[in-house]
């Protein structure tokens, strides 16, 4: 059952902490990103990595980090640094180059910062 | 200005109707477009890929390109209330490297 999963679903994170969201798919896709919504927002584009070990900053990197170890992972790290953590965070997956980048999203991690 | 626009809403349109959902872009060289459904509290999920001038169609969705208006649209037909939900638009950028996505339409469909 191809497909991406994220996780947490919920995280809750005290200020002042590291916290890291997994992201897996099975799909065979080459691409990967992390996009944040925040509510009434469209997607804003974190990282994304076109190929393992190797990944470019998005439109909003600032107080983010990423690895790209492995084709199947892409896992994400907010950091301390980042000013306003609290959003939905969204992976997504794609063949570069195929249909024009379809890209494929998984469910979803919700943050917040208490 | 924006790179992908849209009007943001909420668009509300009776059940058996047409809802019509608008998207302007920036960027002349884009060659790839998308519409993205998002119930509230999920993932979005691609209901509609366009790629070439012209309509698309598929069920009860159509796509529309206009590259030289910078333009694309999605029609829905007989429109119901399961459809309710915000729609993304999203367009490539360089090179199909990367998308932009619109803030979204929030649609209700009313029984």
């Known amino acids: 059952d191809g497909g991406i999963t994220q996780s947490p679903k919920y995280l809750f994170r005290k200020e002042g902490q590291n916290v890291t969201l997994s992201c897996e798919q099975n799909?065979?896709?080459?691409?990967m990103y992390w996009y944040r919504q925040d509510p009434g927002q469209g997607l804003r584009l974190i990282y994304y990595?076109?190929?393992?070990?190797?990944?470019q900053k998005g439109d909003i990197a600032e107080g983010y980090s990423v690895s790209r170890e492995k084709k199947e992972s892409f896992p994400l790290t907010v950091t301390s640094a980042q000013k306003n953590p609290t959003a939905f965070y969204l992976c997504?997956?794609?063949?570069?180059?195929?249909?024009?980048?379809?890209?494929?999203f998984g469910p979803g991690t919700r943050l917040t910062v208490l | 200005q924006k790179e992908v626009e849209q009007n943001s809403g909420p668009l509300s349109v009776p059940e058996g109707a047409i809802a019509s959902l608008n998207c302007t872009y920036s960027?002349?060289?884009?060659?790839?477009f998308f519409w993205y459904r998002q119930y509230s509290g999920k993932s979005p999920e691609l209901i509609m890929s366009?790629?070439?001038?012209g309509d698309k169609e598929d069920g009860r969705f159509t796509a529309q390109l206009n590259k030289a208006s910078q333009y694309v649209s999605l029609l829905i037909r007989d429109s119901q209330p399961s459809d309710s939900a915000t729609y993304l638009c999203?367009?490539?950028?360089?090179?199909?490297?990367?998308?932009?996505f619109g803030q979204g339409t929030r649609l209700t469909i009313n029984p």
């Open positions: 999203a367009v490539t950028i360089q090179g199909a490297q990367k998308l932009v």
């Open positions: 990595s076109q190929i393992v070990n190797d990944f």
């Open positions: 997504a997956s794609s063949i570069p180059g195929r249909e024009g980048n379809e890209q494929f």
């Open positions: 799909l065979n896709h080459d691409a």
């Open positions: 960027d002349r060289g884009s060659q790839s």
């Open positions: 366009i790629y070439s001038n």
